[in-house]
């Protein structure tokens, strides 16, 4: 009988370690989200207090989190849902898309809907 | 994020006033707007580049209708904003409210009113380097 690893039939446990191996870019995955929230948190502690928004995208974090590329996008729209900030310029820089329409820039409720709607249309919940 | 007084070590004395908001800055809420981020690259007037000099911010306040006076003291008709800088660099505005306190949005964060204009100098939002002012209005800003 096959044994299907990912379904474990009656008491059958798979070790955790064994699963990891299995399948390494999930675990990949999970590193890098886990990384994502580490710097988000900093980006947003380290920029609270600043309206500056040339300060707020040049921040070391942000930065990192744009070299994460498109496998960011999704933890950045859901950090956008839960803790707001200007991600805008981490969604353009990584996708290369500009949904805001010119008269809502500045209007950060506006902007947010925008790139939700983007991300509804691109297939990413958040 | 709960706010943080110890990152302004001047602030002694403060009351919160509004929540922790990224739909608006101090300088929005300074000229009485809540649903925009006045900012070089944001809510921005065209043709004033990105420039954060006290002139370009002097220039942006001109645009709503305030003009540069001598000091913070309170003026019956008068609103008044504080601007804040590092060398030539803007960090922040403060309005003054019809009290004589001040209110401050801070970044992301909450709004707060405090006594003094001095208070929130430091080395997040520099010092004051330029009071303006403009008449009250029936409609004015919210306080």
Redesign the interface.
Same mark, same amino acid.
Request: include cysteine; glycine fraction near 12%; charged fraction near 30%.
């Given at each position: 009988m096959a044994l299907n690893v990912m379904e474990p039939q009656g008491a059958l446990q798979i070790p955790e370690a064994l699963l990891a191996w299995l399948s390494p870019d999930a675990e990949e995955v999970r590193a890098d989200e886990a990384e994502f929230d580490r710097l988000a948190d900093q980006w947003?502690?380290e920029?609270?207090?600043?309206?500056?928004? /040339?300060e707020i995208v040049c921040h070391p974090g942000y930065r990192r989190i744009i070299a994460m590329g498109e496998p960011a996008v999704p933890w950045i729209l859901r950090d956008l849902r839960s803790n707001?900030? /200007?991600w805008f310029d981490a969604l353009e820089a990584i996708t290369g898309e500009s949904p805001v329409a010119g008269e809502d820039?500045?209007?950060?409720?506006r902007m947010k809907a925008a790139w939700f709607e983007w991300g509804k249309a691109h297939g990413y919940e958040a | 994020?709960a706010f943080d007084p110890a990152?302004f070590p001047n602030l002694k004395t403060y009351t919160p006033t509004g929540d922790a908001?990224?739909?608006?800055?101090?300088?929005a809420h300074a000229c009485g707007h809540d649903?925009?981020?006045?900012?070089?690259?944001?809510?921005?007037p065209k043709g004033f580049g990105?420039s954060?000099s006290v002139r370009t911010f002097k220039n942006f306040l001109a645009l709503h209708r305030f003009e540069q006076c001598g000091d913070g003291a309170l003026e019956e008709g008068w609103e008044k904003v504080a601007l804040y800088a590092t060398g030539d660099t803007a960090?922040?505005a403060a309005r003054q409210l019809n009290s004589g306190e001040w209110t401050s949005?801070?970044?992301?964060?909450i709004v707060i009113t405090h006594p003094d204009v001095h208070s929130v100098e430091g080395p997040?939002y520099g010092k004051v380097v330029m009071y303006f002012r403009r008449k009250r209005t029936v409609t004015a800003t919210p306080s």
């Open positions: 947003h502690r920029t609270e207090f600043t309206s500056a928004t /040339d707001g900030g /200007d820039v500045g209007y950060p409720r | 994020m990152e908001s990224d739909e608006y800055n101090c300088i649903d925009r981020w006045n900012w070089p690259g944001r809510h921005w990105s954060r960090q922040h949005k801070m970044g992301h964060g997040k």
